[in-house]
């Protein structure tokens, strides 16, 4: 049985529908990521599921019990907010107990459960500390030790991260992962950062204007995406788009590579990004469309050079091109088969 | 180059500073000077006293009995405006139809002249056709000579006060209420703490700088402003109403002895402080400033 039912939830303020009736389910345990571009209703979303906001249809059921319409109190989750929204006149240790003592927990074990908390992330030595005298990692893990000591059955966080620096967050998120997994939490993670939503979500729901795009594994993001938006925004830089004649075939620059024969393309620009470099070229067979490829090292290749490209057929994809949704596999791409080369089996892929 | 930059210092601060001196400074100082000699009477030159002023002023009935009436104009309407300002900002602040409204109406008295005040009050406190006396009677109990019972006379300023005042202090509650972090009400929210519970633990302490301030304001006001007094009682019956400020004006003005005025002057100005000091001191310790 599933441990967040949300069935039908829609949003809507006057004319704009914030949230289109959407549903999906959380199991126990599982790391669920609410991924999307700003404006596209995952907070909306997340803050309705807190109580916090008020939904305009559907319902939501925590643990077989509807709490549609309870209170955000009575709801039994933990929130996360990206503000880290902390009490800034209480210490840290009783910005942690806050709920605790609303909730009339007793002295002796709110201690117990503080101690085992503040172990777990490492902010034993603080906590007589205001917020003010914390760094933002450390008022990150502050929020994060309120949340784990509620010992909620469901735990909201929303964009946690992003208000860290690219190294702290990198640190964090596979802390967070750690800590998810080792108290087996279940989590609902809202963010607008695939890499945080690929690199620590058991399941990522792709949110776009209010309407699930596609629901799945990272993986099955990455590799199968059910439409373009899926595959423009999984991925970086986002997979090409070639527009072809009733469909358009899509293939990620990382899964190009240069070779004998191919499809020639001309190269236009050179972005140089440390590991590998992005090369944007001019396919002159398919009306001068662009194409990125990333190619390994520090390739300084002249404007205008000519390329041979070549793919596996496993790394491309086709999508509809009115709907934009995918099709089936078995639609042979009508792109000169010569581009595509069968799987050496002695090449690594992992898929 | 850091002479230069020191002239210019000097040469920034110079306006300020000559309109400080002229104004508060030099009159402060004249006025502890002045409070150290007799009136002059005639022709006869006025006369060096030393601290006879302040002698005489600890046997002045009438000193004391401004001192106590001061006193209990600011305990009896410092807490209730401050109070009410508080309840009416909260209650403004949250999500009610037509709370612009309701926020300017709470507005208006500040933006009426005290003296427009007094006149209005004058009429609710008038003994015969008094809007007071007239709800009083509809109920079947008789008036009260508001203004003229000495046992009344104070604690009727006293209400207008707090009907000046709190909707002043009001403002300052509401620009703190608004400026405080929406999340954490939220956070409070999700932790199922009970509305009573965020006020006394979180908005309360998150108010204190604004309380603070607002304390100083109204300590101050209470023993400065004296303009309904003009208009209502003149100080009035038998110095019932009397206050400190309103004495000084009487003895400088309408007895013509300007030096015990200042010698007065200087007590209420050193009370002041020294009231300042003891808030200051008092709460700093207890308010937490982001």
């Given amino acids: 049985m599933s441990q967040l039912e949300v069935r039908q939830l829609r949003k809507q303020w006057q004319e704009t529908l914030a949230v289109k009736d959407i549903s999906f389910e959380i199991a126990q345990g599982e790391f669920v990521a609410l991924l999307g571009p700003s404006g596209c209703g995952k907070s909306t979303t997340l803050k309705m599921i807190a109580g916090l906001e008020d939904p305009s249809a559907g319902s939501i059921h925590l643990n077989g019990q509807d709490i549609t319409h309870l209170p955000p109190g009575k709801r039994g989750l933990a929130m996360v907010f990206q503000s880290y929204a902390l009490f800034p006149h209480l210490s840290i240790a009783e910005n942690i107990v806050f709920g605790l003592k609303a909730r009339g927990v007793g002295a002796l074990e709110r201690d117990q459960r503080l101690k085992r908390v503040t172990d777990l992330v490492n902010l034993g030595d603080h906590l007589a500390k205001k917020p003010s005298q914390l760094s933002g990692g450390q008022c990150q893990r502050v929020a994060l030790a309120r949340a784990i000591i509620a010992e909620a059955p469901l735990c909201l966080m929303d964009e946690p991260l992003s208000n860290l620096d690219a190294k702290l967050r990198n640190e964090m998120r596979v802390e967070l992962r750690a800590l998810q997994q080792r108290l087996g939490m279940t989590v609902l993670y809202v963010t607008h950062d695939q890499v945080e939503a690929m690199s620590m979500a058991d399941r990522i729901l792709l949110l776009n204007q209010g309407e699930i795009a596609q629901c799945g594994t990272p993986n099955a993001l990455y590799q199968t995406p059910e439409n373009t938006f899926v595959a423009r925004f999984i991925g970086n830089p986002p997979m090409n788009l070639l527009h072809q004649d009733r469909s358009m075939l899509g293939v990620r620059p990382e899964h190009i590579r240069l070779a004998e024969t191919g499809i020639a393309a001309d190269v236009q620009r050179c972005d140089y990004h440390g590991a590998d470099t992005i090369i944007d070229a001019c396919l002159p067979s398919l009306s001068q469309q662009l194409i990125k490829l990333r190619l390994p090292g520090h390739q300084l290749l002249a404007t205008g050079t000519r390329l041979n490209l070549q793919w596996f057929s496993d790394d491309q994809h086709l999508f509809c091109n009115t709907t934009g949704q995918r099709l089936p596999d078995y639609a042979q791409p009508t792109l000169t088969t010569h581009s595509l080369i069968q799987k050496e089996l002695h090449h690594v892929t992992q898929h | ?290």
């Fill in chain 2, 1 to 290: 180059m850091n002479r230069l930059n020191q002239l210019y210092a000097w040469l920034m601060l110079l306006p300020a500073l000559v309109l400080l001196l002229a104004f508060t400074h030099i009159p402060a100082l004249t006025t502890l000077w002045h409070s150290l000699f007799f009136p002059a009477r005639g022709r006869r030159p006025s006369e060096f006293a030393g601290l006879e002023n302040y002698r005489s002023m600890l046997d002045d009935a009438v000193f004391w009995q401004a001192f106590y009436n001061n006193l209990w104009y600011a305990i009896g309407t410092v807490p209730t405006s401050m109070g009410l300002a508080l309840a009416m900002a909260l209650w403004v602040n949250s999500k009610i139809s037509g709370r612009a409204a309701l926020r300017l109406a709470y507005f208006t008295p500040t933006m009426l002249p005290m003296i427009a005040v007094a006149n209005i009050w004058l009429f609710f406190y008038t003994p015969e056709i008094g809007l007071f006396n007239k709800l009083l009677n509809s109920v079947g109990l008789s008036g009260i000579n508001w203004l003229g019972d000495p046992n009344w006379a104070l604690p009727s300023l006293m209400l207008m006060t707090i009907w000046k005042e709190a909707g002043f202090f009001m403002i300052f509650y509401l620009a703190a209420l608004q400026s405080l972090n929406k999340d954490i009400y939220a956070a409070a929210a999700v932790e199922n703490a009970s509305p009573l519970y965020v006020f006394r633990r979180i908005t309360l302490p998150l108010l204190m700088p604004t309380t603070l301030f607002v304390l100083v304001n109204a300590v101050l006001n209470a023993f400065k402003l004296v303009d309904h007094l003009f208009i209502l009682t003149k100080g009035g019956p038998n110095n019932a109403t009397n206050l400190l400020l309103y004495y000084i004006y009487e003895n400088a003005f309408s007895f013509f002895d300007s030096n015990y005025a200042a010698a007065l002057t200087l007590v209420l100005l050193t009370l002041l402080i020294l009231l300042a000091l003891v808030q200051f001191l008092l709460i700093e310790r207890r308010v937490h400033y982001r």
